[in-house]
């Protein structure tokens, strides 16, 4: 099946000129990434209703198709038709592409994500840097939606934002120099190829620390509960997107919930070995279980497993923001700054001391040679 | 170099912390707040003014309105005030059933008092968690009086009827199956003492789940240690009364210093502070929600061996029984004097405090001797509270004052009367 | 406070302050009467004092007497031709009031004495003025900004006298006698102005209960019907 359609789809390429062959080539592999990814986001904001509403002893939306299947789609035709308010002496042109800014980057991230052996939109060298810069282009889409709306609410929401994203960037970063020193390369492709083997190849184990900071970072970059100050729903109202309504706020909503997957994959990517198999490479167990006959292609390597490490860690946000209050803007900088950075600069010396002892099981296959 | 003003900016009336319609108008240098004006008023609907205007039981549904998360606790210091210009003497059942829902109106207080504390600094699902037992109790409130919120039972000399032999129940729905609702019905079965009686027995266990969440959390630590810190000398010059006046560590509470009722036949403890914060005011409500129900198991146990009458037998004041009035004249000239013209109360005056669950909660009452009260005086625990927000603030950041917003245990309903 | 308790405090007080007047109530509660200009010295002297202690002022609140004993109907006086009485509100006084016109009243608590006493002071009514406390207890700060707002009353040294209940911009002082229930003006949106207006109140007063004053022989005493009766005859 699957290799039918990709026959035609090879086909109905080459159908085309020549100059405009690899344009339909990216473009189409960029809808086969982006399609799926807007259902995610979409049925993600359902999830995440029902599941903090079972923690809330309560059902969460039930009413719009069968157990509220259809929520997603009925907030969309909602957000799609009501009226874009656009407050008077606002900036209208930043007002309106503010939201953009923000989505933008958190799926053009997407463009370096491995899915499986092979599978990337691009499989560049500088991957980890493209992701590095790209993310924290988002912010600026936070920060000009909370100047052009021209209300003090939403400028308290963007500072806190910028101050916010720009300590928790440093973590998050030092806490990829951490992968990038235990893997030896930049390419996100070689850094899941890095942690090939079994579970105990995972580059969460060796480097645990560091992975706690990037997630809890990635928490706090996406804003979300208990770091979400930037909107800060009991003190400065929705904070940067107060003025937002209808499509226009629906984009950052999207760019939130893009946030929250993108942040899950690089941690899966990074920390948790990608698409492989938790049961690779235990030896026989492994070889018996990938024999299995119909069933047996669930337990080895593939997209599958990194798609519920995914999942794995989007219930980790949602599960945060049902048990956790939220910090005070000036904690969360003290977070930042006192305990992460120190932690992940520490860490970042016993990474570098590790592979240079060459540690097994991780470090002796020639990370940094 | 231009000059660095501070900004103002308006907290509310329309604010998802501000509990209502509660406008504060915050000079702040960044997130720090310099100065901080609330402008309260408007839910103010004249109570004060409606009260002078109508026959005294007339007035006791306003008090419900009051402070609406506390209803039944208003009544009683009006009723109160009432009794004591009267000099009519309650029956001790009925003083049992008040103090019993007295104390369910404490922990009613409490738990909203709890879960919106929560929600204001973030803990979303304490919000839920709490209505989950409200309901139950706002049930209770229903089997007595007919309503969940705006009771209006307590009636001068005693209370409107004795305590129901059933709980209302559970239907089988479109939502709810056969199976869910037996479940939901399985504590209703009894009567209404044995309905709390079940609900004394589950309450602690829910607030230990109440504790887990926040006692030991480290955010919510941070969020409220040290946070509006009131020295006791402050606390007593700002007026303040209730768990806002222990939690700085003033040894007080109506209930035991001058008990009315008959809170000097129960047990209980008062919880106190030590350091006047926030945290120390949330332990001292978590610590009278044990009370409450401590107080409540021991009412249901003098209430299930003293059947009795509930209100006065002066029918001057309380209506007689519906079957009298078909046989008895002078039933049926009372029931009528009552309904249209009321009871006139002596001349003279009197103040009637009870402590609600907010603080002392007063009732000033002037009588010229007609049967509408010359001047009442609401003295809610609340109005005095938020006045000491100015002082409690400064300094503190932004999140804080949402904080101490939900420290105060704001409710409009009393504060503009 | 007990009967002994209440009587003890009562007599301290008569000692302490001999221009004031302490009544002692049936209900256990004692009035202290205070002449304005004496007001903030007395108070000074509850707080501090050691017999006294008043560390709170729990309440502040004004009392309007220029309506005190009126009544809508006549009652013990009517005769079996009173049946039009229903119709035409007949307003008549049963009880004289001899003092000034507006009252302030402060309910103070000790919380070390376990005492409660209440101040009250009188001001005139064409300019109600009274001593402002909040240097003595720092609570009284909103409870005197609502007696102004309600009654007009003027604080001397309050700080920030503005009104708080009340809209911004509100004329009058509703809990006076002579404002009206439904009050003066009301609001509605005019969809010509494309604005909220104001405009005089058109709700007719209307009074459903009569305000009546019956002497009930149970209470007895001093306020039995001809006592009054040979009150409003001097």
Redesign the interface.
């Known amino acids: 099946m699957f290799e039918l359609i990709l026959t035609i789809w090879q086909d109905a390429i080459a159908l085309l000129p020549d100059v405009l062959q690899p344009f339909a080539a990216i473009i189409s592999k960029i809808v086969v990434i982006l399609m799926p990814l807007i259902i995610c986001v979409a049925f993600l904001t359902l999830a995440e209703r029902k599941i903090i509403g079972y923690m809330q002893v309560r059902i969460g939306p039930n009413r719009v198709g069968p157990r509220g299947l259809l929520q997603p789609f009925a907030d969309t035709f909602k957000l799609m038709f009501k009226e874009i308010i656009i407050p008077s002496n606002s900036n209208k042109f930043l007002f309106v592409g503010a939201p953009l800014i923000t989505f933008a980057p958190a799926v053009a991230a997407w463009a370096v994500i491995p899915f499986d052996e092979g599978m990337a939109l691009s499989n560049i060298n500088a991957g980890l840097l493209y992701v590095l810069a790209i993310t924290s282009i988002g912010v600026y889409g936070v920060i000009i939606a909370g100047w052009a709306s021209n209300s003090k609410y939403a400028f308290l929401g963007a500072m806190r934002s910028s101050a916010q994203i720009v300590s928790y960037e440093i973590a998050m970063g030092f806490a990829l120099v951490g992968v990038l020193i235990a893997s030896g390369s930049l390419n996100m492709h070689e850094i899941v190829v890095a942690q090939k083997g079994s579970v105990l190849n995972w580059f969460a184990l060796p480097l645990f620390p560091l992975f706690m900071v990037y997630f809890i970072s990635g928490v706090a970059e996406t804003n979300r509960a208990p770091f979400d100050v930037a909107e800060g729903e009991s003190e400065i109202v929705a904070g940067f997107h107060v003025e937002y309504s209808g499509m226009a706020f629906a984009v950052f909503f999207l760019a939130e919930y893009a946030n929250m997957i993108l942040i899950s994959a690089l941690a899966a990517i990074m920390f948790l070995g990608g698409w492989y198999s938790p049961l690779a490479g235990l030896g026989v167990v492994s070889d018996t279980l990938f024999a299995l006959p119909y069933i047996g292609w669930a337990f080895d390597s593939g997209f599958h497993w990194l798609f519920f490490k995914i999942a794995f860690f989007l219930l980790m946000f949602l599960w945060f923001r049902a048990t956790f209050p939220r910090y005070r803007y000036d904690q969360i900088m003290r977070l930042g700054w006192k305990v992460f950075i120190p932690i992940t600069i520490v860490w970042l010396l016993v990474a570098g001391v590790m592979v240079l002892a060459e540690i097994p099981p991780w470090f002796d296959k020639g990370g940094l040679s | 170099m231009a000059e660095i003003r501070n900004?103002t900016?308006n907290f509310g009336p329309q604010?998802?912390?501000a509990h209502g319609v509660l406008r504060l108008v915050l000079e702040m240098d960044g997130?720090v707040v310099e100065r901080a004006d609330p402008h309260?008023?408007l839910l103010?609907r004249?109570t004060?003014?409606?009260a002078e205007?109508?026959?005294f039981n007339?007035s006791i549904g306003y008090m419900d309105r009051l402070d609406y998360v506390s209803m039944m606790c208003n009544e009683h210091a009006y009723v109160m005030a009432i009794e004591?210009?009267l000099?009519i003497e309650v029956p001790r059942r009925a003083q049992y059933i008040r103090v019993m829902f007295d104390e369910i109106t404490r922990i009613l207080n409490h738990l909203m008092w709890l879960g919106t504390h929560?929600?204001?600094?973030?803990?979303?699902?304490m919000f839920?968690?709490c209505f989950?037992e409200r309901e139950d109790l706002m049930d209770c409130y229903e089997a007595v009086s007919g309503t969940r919120m705006h009771a209006t039972y307590y009636r001068p000399g005693g209370v409107y009827r004795d305590l129901p032999g059933t709980m209302p129940q559970y239907e089988v729905s479109k939502w709810h199956k056969k199976k869910d609702v037996d479940r939901m019905n399985e504590a209703r079965q009894g009567s209404l003492l044995d309905f709390i009686e079940d609900f004394t027995r589950r309450f602690p266990k829910m607030v230990d789940e109440y504790e887990t969440?926040?006692t030991d959390?480290r955010?919510?630590k941070?969020?409220t240690v040290g946070i509006g810190v009131v020295s006791p000398e402050?606390a007593?010059?700002?007026?303040f009364?209730g768990p806002m006046l222990r939690g700085s560590g003033?040894e007080?509470d109506i209930r035991k210093?001058?008990p009315y009722a008959v809170y000097d036949e129960l047990f209980f403890d008062i919880p106190v502070g030590v350091t006047g914060d926030c945290y120390d005011r949330y332990l001292v409500r978590m610590e009278e929600l044990r009370q409450s129900n401590h107080i409540i198991k021991q009412c249901v146990e003098w209430l299930r061996n003293n059947p009795g009458p509930v209100i006065t037998q002066d029918h001057?004041v309380a209506p007689p029984k519906r079957l009298d009035m078909k046989g008895d004249m002078e039933a049926l000239i009372h029931h009528f004097k009552l309904f249209?013209?009321?009871y006139?109360v002596?001349?003279?005056?009197?103040?009637a405090?009870v402590e609600a669950p907010k603080g002392?909660f007063?009732v000033?009452l002037?009588s010229?001797?007609?049967?509408?009260p010359?001047?009442v005086?609401m003295?809610a625990p609340g109005?005095?509270h938020?006045?000491?927000m100015d002082e409690m603030v400064r300094g503190h950041?932004?999140?804080?004052?949402?904080a101490v917003i939900g420290t105060m245990d704001i409710v409009f309903g009393e504060i503009?009367? | 406070m007990s009967k002994k308790a209440v009587s003890a405090l009562c007599e301290k007080l008569v000692a302490r302050f001999p221009d004031s007047q302490a009544v002692h109530s049936a209900q256990d509660q004692i009035t202290l009467e205070v002449p304005a200009e004496q007001l903030i010295e007395t108070c000074t002297a509850l707080r501090d004092e050691k017999d006294f202690a008043f560390e709170q002022l729990v309440d502040v609140c004004g009392v309007d007497y220029s309506d005190y004993g009126n009544v809508d109907w006549t009652t013990e006086r009517a005769t079996g031709t009173g049946f039009s009485r229903g119709r035409d509100v007949v307003e008549e006084k049963t009880t004289a009031w001899e003092k000034p016109r507006f009252a302030v009243v402060y309910h103070l608590l000790s919380h070390s004495k376990n005492q409660r006493l209440r101040v009250r002071t009188f001001a005139d009514s064409e300019f109600p003025k009274v001593d402002s406390v909040i240097d003595i207890w720092s609570s009284a700060n909103w409870f005197e900004r609502e007696a102004f707002d309600m009654f007009g009353i003027m604080f001397e040294g309050h700080p920030d006298l503005r009104r708080i209940l009340t809209d911004y911009g509100f004329i009058g002082h509703p809990l006076r006698k002579d404002f009206p229930l439904s009050g003066h003006v009301e609001m509605r949106y005019d969809p010509d102005k494309k604005r909220v207006v104001y405009q005089p109140v058109s709700i007719a007063p209307r009074i459903n209960t009569p305000r009546v004053i019956r002497h009930d022989n149970r209470y007895g005493g001093e306020s039995l019907p001809e006592v009054k009766e040979e009150q409003q005859g001097s």
């Open positions: 900004y900016m604010h998802p912390a997130e309260v008023g103010h004249g004060e003014k409606l205007t109508k026959p007339q004591k210009l000099g929560g929600l204001d600094i973030g803990a979303m699902t839920l968690y989950r969440l926040l959390n955010i919510w941070q969020r402050r007593q010059q700002l007026g009364s003033v007080w210093k001058q001057k249209t013209e009321g006139c002596p001349e003279g005056e009197v103040y405090s002392e007063g000033y002037v010229d001797g007609a049967n509408k010359y001047r005086k003295r109005f005095a938020i006045s000491a950041m932004l999140a804080d004052v949402v503009d009367r």
